[in-house]
C-alpha cells in the first residue's frame, strides 16, 4: 500500500468519519489526518441510542474505536472536537471552523450525517424532541420512567425501537404514524403488519393514518381526527435530512444529499463524500439515494479511504444496502428492495422467525428476516448476487441455504 504524504481533512465524525480516518491509517496512509466534529463528545455510535443506551446509559460502551482517536500524535489522527466547519472553499481548499482557525486540506471528506426532520406544530414546544445525539437520548432517558406518557411521532425503526423501550421502562406509549402502515419506507407491507401486532400486544397503541396537528396548553397532543392524547414526552422521529449546506456553499451538486459515485467523488475534484450525508446509486435499485444506515457508512467510507490512500487499487463501492432494528424481541434485519414483482415467506410467521424474500424479473432483490439471523445473513448474499434461484426452491425448510450460496457463487463468477 501506498504512502503518499498529503493532508485528509475529514468533516465528522460520526461511523462515516471514523471509519474513514482508521482506514486510511490501517492502510499504512503516512500523510496528516484530522478529523473535525462539531458535537463536543468523544466520537460514538447512534445505533444504541435507541436501544441500549436508553437502558443503561453507559456513555463509554458507544464509543468509536477510541484506541484509535486516543492518541493524538501527528503520526495518528488528530481530532478537533466541539468546533464546527462553518466555511468551506474548494478552490482555495481552505475550511473555516467556527473558532476562526483555518485548515488547509489537499483532499476533503464531508462526513457530515443527516438531522432529524422537524415537525412545525411540535416545534419549541419544551416537552417534545427528536432522537439522533447522545444528548437527546440523555435527556430521553432522564424523563423516561414507569407511568411516563410517551407519544411517538412516526413508525420508522427509530420510532418503533424507542416504543419498545418505552414499554420496557412501563411508560404508556401512543405511536402515530401519518401513513396507513409502519415502516414505508423500510420493510415490505407484511412485515410491517407483524411488527404492528408485536407492539400492539406489547401494549403500544398505535394510530396508524393519523397524525398530531397541534398541541394545547396542557401539553395534549390533538390528532387530525379530534382525538386527544395526554403527553409527557413526544419524541418526533419522521425521517432526516442531509447535512449538506456545506457542499452546497461551495457549488458541489446536491440534492438533500451530496452526489458522489463508487469512490466516492463528487463533482468538485478532491473533495468526497461518505455517509448519510450522501446520495450514491442504489446497486438494487439502479437509482440515486440516500442509504442511511450504519452498514452504509462503515463500508462506503473504507472503500473512499482504500481510493484515498491507493487510487489505483481500490474498487468502487457497490455492497448491498442493509440495515438491522431491535424492537423489543424481535430483531428484524432487511437487505435490498423491500418490493418486487413476487413474493414468498421461508419459515412460520407465527413460530415468531421467518423471512420475507422479494423477487423481480426473476432475481432475488431483497430479504428482510425477523429474528431469524442465520437465513438473513444467506439471502442477503443471494441478494447481492441476483440470485435466479425459484421460490419453491428457497421457502422449503429442508433447503440448505449455504450449500445454495456456495452454488449461486460459482454460477455467478464470470467465466
Ligand atoms: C437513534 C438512532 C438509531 C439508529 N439505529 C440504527 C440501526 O439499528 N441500524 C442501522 O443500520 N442504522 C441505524 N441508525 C443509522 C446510523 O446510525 C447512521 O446511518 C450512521 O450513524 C450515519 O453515520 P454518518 O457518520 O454518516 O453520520 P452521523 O452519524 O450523523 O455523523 C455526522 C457527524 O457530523 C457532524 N457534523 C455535521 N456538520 C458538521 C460540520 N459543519 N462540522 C463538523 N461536524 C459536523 C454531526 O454533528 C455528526 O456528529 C440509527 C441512527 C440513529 C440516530
Redesign the pocket.
Known sequence: MLSRAFHVVI????????SAATRLRELGFAGDVTL????DEA?Y???????QFLLDGDADAILLQPEALAVQAPADIELIRG????ALDARSRELKLRDGRELHWDRLVL?????PRALPALARLPHAQT???LED?RAIRQTLMPGTRLLIVGGG??GL?LAAMGVQFDARVTLVEAADRLMTRSAPALIAEHLRRHHEDSGVDIRLGRSVVAVRDDGHAVFDDGACVAADLIVVGIGVQA?D??AVQAGIASDDGIFVDGFGRTTTPDVFA????TRQRNPITGRFERI??????QGQ?RAVAAYLADPDSAAPYADTP?????QGELRLQAAGAIAGDEQAVRGDPDSGRFSLIQWRDGRVVGVAAVNAARDFQMLKRLVAAGSRLRPEVLVDPKADLKSLVAAAAVSSTPA
Open positions: 468533516v465528522g465524525a460520526g461511523m462515516a468519519g471514523v473535525v466534529s462539531q458535537e466520537p455510535d447512534r445505533p444504541p441510542l435507541s436501544k468546533n464546527p466547519v462553518v462526513a457530515t450525517g443527516a438531522r432522537l439522533r445525539t437520548a425503526p427509530i425501537e447535512n449546506e456545506l461518505i455517509g448519510d450525508v442511511e444506515t450504519w452498514s452504509n457508512a467510507a442493509w440495515f438491522w432494528s431491535d
